[in-house]
T-cell receptor, first 114, second 116 residues
């Protein structure tokens, strides 16, 4: 079975600080990986995804993530955060034998102080 | 396109009551899902459907039922509400198999349910 772990459950940063949110997955085969963002009171929206190819994936709003297969990791990064990045971030994985069922991590609440 | 529409947005139930959470999508997606979101737990899959007439259990199906009589609609039924079902419920849909440039899941805005 596939699983996802997000190490930091609550991160507090000041504006312009750099961000890295950890995500590790457990699955032995080929995976597709995703980061979703949930702004307060809203539904989840896709930030970026990795299907294949270049392991460094760029998403919307200046976010990027790097797939490191040897570490089973897919960490999310942003060089300089803004107050508007305050949200909850979810990592998700789907393995090749999982059909269409995404498995989500626990989520990381990011608070950016102005 | 309206996308994925969920109703109601909020609901308070008493223990033992029943209700149906409605979900409809207008994107002609074949796959639909119900997730529940609890603080610190992420999203857990309750049920999913790969097409009209076909449903299957996810990680946490106990206490829920679903049906998929049409491509568009995927209602979630709570027969005997319990406090443990207090949660935010999200419906989602997708076209599967995914193309590399598609978003895998399109989410509705959620239903916040409280059982007291």
């Amino acid at each position: 079975a596939q699983s996802v772990s997000q190490h930091n459950h609550h991160v507090i940063l000041s504006e312009a600080a750099s961000l890295e949110l950890g995500c590790n997955y457990s699955y032995g085969g080929t995976v597709n990986l995703f980061w979703y963002v949930q702004y307060p009171g809203q539904h989840l929206q896709l930030l970026l995804k990795y299907f294949s190819g270049d392991p460094l994936v760029k998403g919307i709003k200046g976010f990027e993530a790097e797939f490191i297969k040897s570490k089973f990791s897919f960490n999310l990064r942003k060089p300089s955060v803004q107050w508007s990045d305050t949200a909850e971030y979810f990592c998700a994985v789907i393995g090749e034998t999982s059909g269409s069922r995404l498995t989500f991590g626990e989520g990381t609440q990011l608070t950016v102080n102005p | 396109n309206a996308g994925v529409t969920q109703t109601p947005k909020f609901r308070i139930l008493k223990i033992g009551q029943s209700m149906t959470l409605q979900c409809t999508q207008d994107m002609n997606h074949n796959y639909m899902y119900w997730y529940r979101q609890d603080p610190g737990m992420g999203l857990k899959l309750i049920y999913y459907s790969v097409g009209a007439g076909i449903t299957d259990k996810g990680e946490v199906p106990n206490g829920y039922n679903v049906s998929r009589s049409t491509t568009e609609d995927f209602p979630l039924r709570l027969e005997l509400a319990a406090p443990s079902q207090t949660s935010v419920y999200f419906c989602a849909s997708s076209y599967f198999p995914w193309e590399s440039d598609n978003s895998p899941l399109h989410f509705g805005n959620g239903t916040r349910l409280t059982v007291t």
